[in-house]
Each structure stands twice: as C-alpha cells, then as structure tokens.
C-alpha cells in the first residue's frame, strides 16, 4: 500500500449526529476499470496509489472513513437522507496543501440506506465518471472522478446490472442539505458547529469576523450563482437539483438523469423521473434560488438578533443571486458571440438568438460552434428572413467593437466547446461498459479532455447523433 495517501478526518469533530461509522462491506472480486492520472498527479499519489484496488472498492476499515448524514429536499419534499451508499475514505491533503474529501460512492449499505442495497450499477458511475470529467475540462466548478472499480458483484435494478466504486474527490461534500439536516436533527448549536467548520473550509478569510455567517451566505449564493449560469451556457441540465445534490463550495456533484442539450429548447427535461418539468434547462437558475433559500433558513438565528432583522439580510442575498446570476448568465452569453464587454442592447441580441435557435430547431453546441468558425452557412436560420437579420445585426456590433477577427475568435473559442458529451457517445461509453469494454469510455474522455481545441479531429464527437434517438431519456436507475 503507498504512504502517499495523507488523510485526515477533521469532519469527525463535529458531533457525532453528523456521521455513521458503520462496518465496511469488502468485494471479493474488484479490478479497477477506470483511472485518472492527471487528478492522481495533481494529489501527489504516486504510482502504487493505483495498485490499491482494495482501497478503491472499499474493503478496508479505517480511522478517518466515514458516511455523512444529510437532508434534503428532493423535488420540493423534505426527507432525511445521508450517504446510503456511499463512504468518505477521508480529506486528503495533497502536497500543495489542499483538502479535499475522496469519497467511494457504491461501497455498501450505510446506517443511512433507507432499504437501498448501498450499490450502485457501472453504467451509471461510467457516466459519471465522463460528465464531471469533462465539466473540470470546460473549466465548470465539479467534483472530481479519480477511479471506477468493478465490484465483480451482480446488483439488481432493471435486471442484473453489474455493480462498480466510482472514487470521488471534492473540495468537501458539505451540502445545502446538511445545513438542514443540522437544523432539523440537532439544536443551534450544531449548525453554529457546522458553519463555522463549512467558513474553515471555504472560506477561511471570513473567520473571527463578527458578520461571517452572512457573508457566508452571501459567498455560498454566488458561487452557485456562477455556477448555474455556466450550466446554462453551455446547455447543461442536471437532471436532479435537490437541495442534498448544492454543494456549499459551488462545484456540482451527483450526475446522474443530467444531459447536456442537443436541440435547444428551453424546457427541455431529460430525467425520466423529472415528470412534471421541475427541473427542466429554463428553470436551473430558479431552482437553485429556491434551494438557496433553504440554506439561508437554516441559518436565520445566526444572522441577527431578530427574526426579523434576520429575514432582511437573508433576502437582500437572496435578491442578490439574481443579480449575480443575470451579469454571469448575459456577459457569458456575449462572450459566446464575440463581444468583449457587455452592452445595452447585448441581452436582447443573445435572447433573439435562443429565439431563433429555438424556433429552427437548432442544436444548442453547434449553433455556437458555427458562429465561431464563421460557418454561417451551416446554420438553420441563415435563410431566413429573421435569421438574415440577426446576423447582419451581429456582423455590425461586432464591427462597433473595432477589434481584429483574431481577438474575436480567440473569445468565442474559449468560450463555444467545439465539443460537449454528446448523448449518444456517452450511451454507446455506458452499453460497451456494462459489457465490460472501456475503450470507448477512455477514447471519449480523451476528446473530452480538450473541449476548446478546435484543431483537434473531434470529427464523429461533434455529430448531435441520428434524430431517431430523441426524446432522450437518462435514468436514475443508479
Ligand atoms: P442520489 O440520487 O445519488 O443523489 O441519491 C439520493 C439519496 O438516495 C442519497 O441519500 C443516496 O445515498 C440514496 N441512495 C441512492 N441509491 C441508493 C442505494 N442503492 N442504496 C442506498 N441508498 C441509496
Ligand atoms: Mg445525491
């Protein structure tokens, strides 16, 4: 086993409400599937890390593992939750200083299962695996994917499914639901507890200071703010934005029903268990405002002295997503069709855009991918009438910018991914993987790898895939 694991369990001073220590549920059989050099490298594991596998498919009880407990609203209902299956190995401080939890996910009941087996199937982790990776790649706050193994064990869901241990890294899993958790299981004190231990996490600066759990708040809400808007732009829905799966450090987690957007529509909804919509592509920003809410009513005793006063300060934040989220969602919006700085007149450019994307149909990525190589023909609006003159329109603000084609392109490149996780990939990654076979699942995380190259052959990767496959359906089936 190698020394370059550096685990700590600070998580294990707060009361013991917060976590299980149950027994671990060993696998006879794991082999390792899936490995992330580049994440390793970056926690200063070295070579033996990897031979591990025992690690990595939980079988090994020890001092700084442990299962989180949590709440959380789960489209829009209030449960108590926790890691049912899933098993924190501890917060690993890499050579560069920096904690982070690694977490296995499939690694056994825990005394927070409600019934479940504790297990999770390949595919799902498969895709998991491909969509945090490439969200780290196109430079959206995530969690991290370091290891699939595969348990060598069946599981049963829609029939046998062969069961897998996603490894999982992130700055910490501390989420909206666990505030909720410690308002609603334990007193004022262990949400005092747990904020104070959330600020030592993430944002130490603010510790000591007399106003730190509004100013808290107040950075959890734009972190996720920024976050959500950079969801939007580039057509990502997540499928499940429950108040358990809002990370307090802004990076997202749990991809499980999630789909970027082919056809671009803004109620779009791919999860099969989303059946009313609540999550769909245009609702992302509200939902998160909504779940933020939750948070900041956990916190209302410590922001003042009066509810009432309490109230005040939590709502100006809570006004104050929307402003954040707007001024990310819009500038982001320009900067995807070449304009530098934003303008009066911009947000009405971009939205007549979306209309017209959204009445021709057009593929959400592409449109994007086309204005940035200047592939107007390609586009299915250029004919027409309303589309002729958006491009005019377009084509004359940027000449009021009175920059060089190179400075534009150069934007609209770093912010149009020549390549998103298409759908079909991911699926045809998942089938081969339940087979057994990952080189699909590894020759897509390669082109995944460089979103923005637009020099790379990409070529199949850029196809939306045969219409006949849609309405595209992801399943928990998890
Ligand atoms: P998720 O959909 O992965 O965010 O999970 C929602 C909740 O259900 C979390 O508390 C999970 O730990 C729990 N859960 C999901 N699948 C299982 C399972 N197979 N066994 C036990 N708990 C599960
Ligand atoms: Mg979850």
């Known amino acids: 086993m190698t020394n370059s694991w550096n685990f700590e369990a600070t998580y294990l001073d707060l009361r013991d409400i917060f976590y299980d ?13 899936l490995w992330n050099e580049a994440l390793a490298e970056t926690l200063g594991l070295d070579a033996e890390a990897r031979q591990d596998v025992a690690l990595f498919a939980g079988n090994r009880q020890t001092d700084t593992s442990f299962s989180q407990a949590y709440a959380g609203h789960q489209f829009g209902h209030f449960t ?14 890499a050579p560069n200083g920096k904690r982070v939890d690694v977490q296995l996910k499939g690694s056994g009941p825990t005394e927070y299962s409600r019934g479940g087996d504790g297990r999770a199937a390949v595919g799902p982790m498969v895709r998991e695996f491909l969509i945090s990776e490439a969200m780290h790649a196109l430079g959206i706050p995530t969690n991290r994917a370091l290891a699939v193994v595969t348990t ?74 920024k976050l959500i808007a950079e969801w939007q732009l580039v057509g990502f829905i997540h499928g499940v934005m429950n108040t358990d799966n809002t990370f307090i450090s802004g990076e997202g987690l749990d991809y499980g029903p999630c789909a970027f957007m082919d056809t671009y529509h803004p109620n779009t909804v791919f999860s099969s268990i989303d059946r009313e919509g609540r999550y769909a592509y245009a609702n992302q920003p509200y939902i998160e405002s909504w779940n933020l809410a939750r948070l900041a009513e956990t916190l209302l005793p410590l922001l003042a002295d009066t509810q009432e006063a309490a109230v005040d300060i939590a709502n100006k934040l809570l006004n104050d ?19 530098y700085v934003r ?4 947000d009405a450019l971009t939205d007549e855009l979306l209309r017209l994307m959204m009445e021709s149909e057009a593929d959400f990525t592409n449109t994007f991918r086309a204005l940035t190589l200047g592939d107007t023909d390609a586009l299915v609006f250029a ?49 081969a993987a339940e087979r057994g076979d990952f080189d699909p699942t590894h020759a897509l995380l390669d ?32």
């Not at 220590?21 to 599937?33: A, E, I, Q, Y």
């Not at 108590?80 to 401080?93: K, P, S, T, W």
């Not at 944002?203 to 007399?210: M, T």
């Open 21 to 33: 220590r149950g027994p671990v549920h060993p696998v006879d059989k794991p082999v390792l599937v």
């Open 80 to 93: 108590m939750l926790g890691d049912g299956r899933a098993l924190m190995l501890g917060e690993h401080v």
């Open 152 to 225: 060598g064990e069946p599981i049963m869901r829609q029939g046998p499914k062969h069961g897998a241990i996603l490894t999982r890294v992130a700055s910490s899993h501390l989420r909206v639901g666990t505030f909720q958790y410690a308002a609603a299981a334990g007193s004022i004190d262990d949400v005092i507890a747990l904020a104070d231990y959330a600020i030592h996490r993430h944002d130490p600066d603010l510790e000591g200071k007399p106003d730190r759990y509004e100013q808290f708040l107040g950075r959890v809400i734009t972190r996720q703010a």
């Open 321 to 339: 997503y929307t402003e954040t989220y707007k001024d990310a969602y819009f500038t982001g919006l320009a900067h995807k069709i070449g304009l």
């Open 343 to 346: 303008k009066d007149g911009d």
């Open 383 to 431: 004919k027409q009438d309303d589309g002729k003159a958006w491009l005019a329109a377009w084509r004359k603000r940027l000449g009021e910018q009175g920059l060089p084609d190179e400075d534009v392109t150069r934007l609209m490149r770093q912010h149009n991914p020549a390549v998103i996780p298409r759908n079909h990939h991911v699926e045809a990654a998942i089938q």
């Open 447 to 478: 082109v995944l790898r460089n979103p923005y190259d637009y020099e790379a052959d990409c070529g199949r990767y850029v196809s939306p895939g045969p219409p006949r496959t849609y309405p595209y359906q992801t399943f928990c089936g998890t």
